[in-house]
């Protein structure tokens, strides 16, 4: 008896030493294109870094991130620059797609450490194993009953993006989540 | 310690560790590795639970979480009750207080007992007879007297907490390439070939140490090993593997579409005291590329007279007590079967020192090895058996036994006991492959039904599929784990079949047997129970049939059998076999009904996981919410916003704090936050054509810099949504929504872009949370605005209503609207969200030299009732037409499509008799009438009347001064100056129809 309840607890997924850490980012450029290839091309020439057509893909340049969302929308991230939106419409041909600053609208949150996957998957039914779900996906995915943009950055970073309104319930949910998991 | 049945070796608890509880209030002790079950065994303690319908007197049927008897209700203190769980599962700590179910006053005294008495009136489908027998039984008083208070006493087991519960419970979503469910000898060893193979794997089991059937069996050797060292030794292995998750006490309860399993984790109910560290339990919501089910057998009682007696158990059970718990259940056994695996039971029991009083085998010439092992043990078989009956009131003291030869019974014999052990022989479990939608098999060499067609990425190994005998067992799980781990795809090392090598596995003849016993007489009183836990007994299913059931569907919601929190996972097949017979037919052909989630109850709290109090939804909050939270502001959910309802000053009720801000609003200003409402930016050299194909008035030649009010309508012409909506650019709209509507709009204008108009070019972006929106409404508004923006020229001349300016505002950017939802002079300035609380004080700091006001939601349907403006979803209700609301005139007539506009020429839509919004007076001008009342044309109001319609919206208005009300009638706008009547409890109400516009109807106050 002794030995298999020490064998158990050994299998437990609670009696892993793990870490994450979760925190709010600092006020961010957001920008969201939505359009034609032309108009991705375009824009992508002046925010520096190319908004690639590869579905659920970010491509990360620097600080600066162009994140696919669907087949006609990027969600453009940037570390906070005035006028940024601004020259990016100028260079978006309007004929072909439309540039909003929804800088205010979301806030961004990090989820750092070897536990972030599965604090995540306390709400987020995708499947974020590191095959499934590498480094530069990023998604439209739900957080328990909010919904949210998922980006793996690092292994062991993810980036979540949601609206403002919804952040106090996605933060307290991914606080929540890292009490259960025993953090 | 004084616990006389245990053994004083052997099992798997440990001897050195007790454990201190209490049941109903006694204390008594057992050991770590004990459930409540095996530790009240130990005592002797066989009476522990009344039945559901009759309130008999029950003990354990089955040592697993098959048990239908032994409920217990557990008191962890703070609210934590948890009642209905089988003791069999329950785990001992230290200090537990544990508590039988289901009687009253107490368990050895139990009023309802009475209901035996009674049974020939609770028969089957007795609920439904007091509905449809004589007269006399359906009256209303019988009803409420007697029958109703009687089902509901009867209704449900053990009671619910009647606190909030304290405990945390979590969830997981998680995925794996296979789930193995059940970690006995089959599921061990697939998880063992899907580990080997590299898989990820996640292997669960219910109980509170893995290896199933391994646990009870001390005489059985693996691979040269004792089969405790090689469980040990293997589940070592697999703790090795860092691609094998292990879940002990962890329940699959539901297999869904697509892979989905749903697990119950219990992380502390085993644990003393109180961890609040740890959430009490959790659901892992497993979506597996493969699923090997290796759920095992479950043994089947025998249907006899008096089967339910504390004392009468499955015969594995028993066997499972002694080896695993070191528990005798007794003290002199009859062991009443079909099936050789009693005989197993009866040398253990025999060696361990309990009396084998006698085997009595149904079958007329039992044959194998466990038989003859038997035989020479010395054991008396009485062949060709059947039990008639037993005695005993608080546990079994007798067995009436006899021999069966054809229709007739002879050589009756009463032999004394303490226990009887009976099997029926094996029905495996396939609750879970019933779930996931697999095709069920009759398997008619064994009796038994097991797992045919898979319709899920699954197999099914061991005993669930019918397979007994440890070797094959292994070797079957082995390879439904390579099987699974090859399925799963992906490179994996070609690992070849592996035989187990066993000694001591006792190989089983044919046997078994499912339906009721032979017995003589006609049985009239006879209670052979089949569900215990739903108090059906095989006389309930035969009446059944005899009242023209023939579908096992109807019989089992007639009976109820089957129907309790177990599942029927010991009465389906007895029950099905009665049927049948009854019947006349043959076991496949009357078939099985679906199985149903869960697979074993699920706590609430499971299934809420963090979903309750401030986390039950997200709450959202506009960036001014502080600043009202910091002014006193009585808050309203609305969808799930938070929105300031409204400020009271100190002293004031709500009618006081409305009415002041209603009449400072329209003698200066008030600021109201209407940032919660929805915005989408609907841009594209198509966006005009957009807007004109979606709403029912026109957009083209709506200026840059203007504004428009829209109606919404869906494809039937009724009205969804309406807002305001600017023209920022030729190509660029500022769409505005309500404020619960906002995503349902974003989705229609998405879902008619993508599927109806593909053709357009037109984009679509939420900016609902981008804009903070502080509406200043007044006829001091642009005064109080004036000092703070520089860039606009805000004159009446250079900005009429229903403009729309691009500029800045302390600052910062800003879009303002010249709108009004008040009647007056208005603006309402959006800005970028986090400079929404600096704008909205610096305007406020302007206003106070007006001694304007911050008014809520509630002064805004007031505002807005006065002038007669609708709002969606309080003055319609999804069959109100543009011209049922009085706004026929925004339709556009030239327009060659619109959504909804061919709804519109529906004859229903455009015949009299529509209901149409009007104004209502009621003739007592301080009588604010009920939103939601009926409508009637007499004061008097017989059974049957007509009623016209309802009134909406209703409001003291302080600037009309008097109640005023608006009201959907039918035929309204042709009855102004009628008097109606609303029916209320304390009469009816006379009100008087008029214009729906109260106040300044001449508009001229939007002008200033």
Redesign the interface.
Known sequence: MAEASTVLRRLSPLATQNTVSIGFLPPMTRITLRGEPDAARRVGEVFRAELSPDPLRANAAGARAALWLGPDEWLLLAPEQAGLAASIEAACDREHGCVIDVSHRQVGIEVRGTAGATVLNAGCPLNLDLKAFPVGMCTRTVLAKADIVLWRREPELFHVECWRSFAPYVLGVLKQASRDCGF | MNAPFRTPTGG???RGATRRFSFDGRSYDGL??DTLASALLSHGVHLVGRSFKYHRPRGFLAAGSEEPNALTSVNRGGGRVTPNLRMTQVELYDGMEARSQNHWPSLAFDVGAVNGLMSPIFAAGFYYKTFMGPKFMRGPGLWAKLFEPAIRRAAGLGVAADEGDPD?Y??????CDVLVVGAGPAGIAAALAAGRAGK?IILCDEGA???GALLAEPKLEIEGRPAAAW??AT??D??AMPN?????RTQAFGYYGHNLVALAER?TDHLPGVDT???RE?MW?V?AAEVVLATGAIERPLVFPGNDRPGVMLAEAGRVFLNRYGVKAGSRAVVATAHDSAYRVALDLQAAGVTIAAIVDLRERPTGPLVEQARGAGLRIVTGGTVMGTKGHWRVSEATVAHVSGDHVTDLQRIPCDLLLMSGGWTPSIHLFSQSRGVIAYDTATEMFIPGKAVQAQRSAGSCRGLFGFADVLADGYAAGLDAAGAAGGDAPALGDKAFAVRGDDAYGPGGFSGALPISGDGARAKAFVDFQNDVTAKDIKLATREGFRSIEHIKRYTTTGMATDQGKTSNLNALAIAAKALNEPVPAVGLTTFRQPFTPVTFGTFAG??RG??F???????IHDWAAAHGAEFEDVS??KRAHYFPEPGEDMHAAVDRECRRTRESAGLFDASTLGKI?V???DAAEFLNRLYPNSWTKLGVGRCRYGLMLNEAGFIMDDGVVGRLAP??FHVTTTTGGAPRVLNHMEDYLQTEFPDL?V?????????AVIAVQGPRARDILLPLIDDVDMSAAAMPHMAIRLGHICGVPMRLFRVSFTGELGFEVNV????GRAVWEAIWSEGRAYDAVAYGTEAMHVLRAEKGYIIVGQDTDGTMTPDDVGLGGMVAKQKPDFVGMRSLTRPFLTGEGRKQLVGLLPDDDAIVLDEGAQIVDRAEVPNGTHALGHVTSSYRSGVVGRSIALAVVERGRSRMGETLFIPMPGGSIPAKIVSPVFYDPQGERLNG
């Open positions: 798997r608890v440990d770590a590795g945390v979590a969830n997981r979503f998680v995925h990820q140490e893995l290896g469980l040990a589940l070592r697999l703790a094998v998750t292990a879940l002990p992380l560290t740890v959430p959790r919501q979506r963090m979903s401030q986390m939804d997200p709450v959202r909050q506009t960036p799930l916003w930016e841009a594209g050299p190509d660029r070019k984009w679509l972006t939420s900016t609902t949370d981008q804009w970028p969200a986090d400079y």
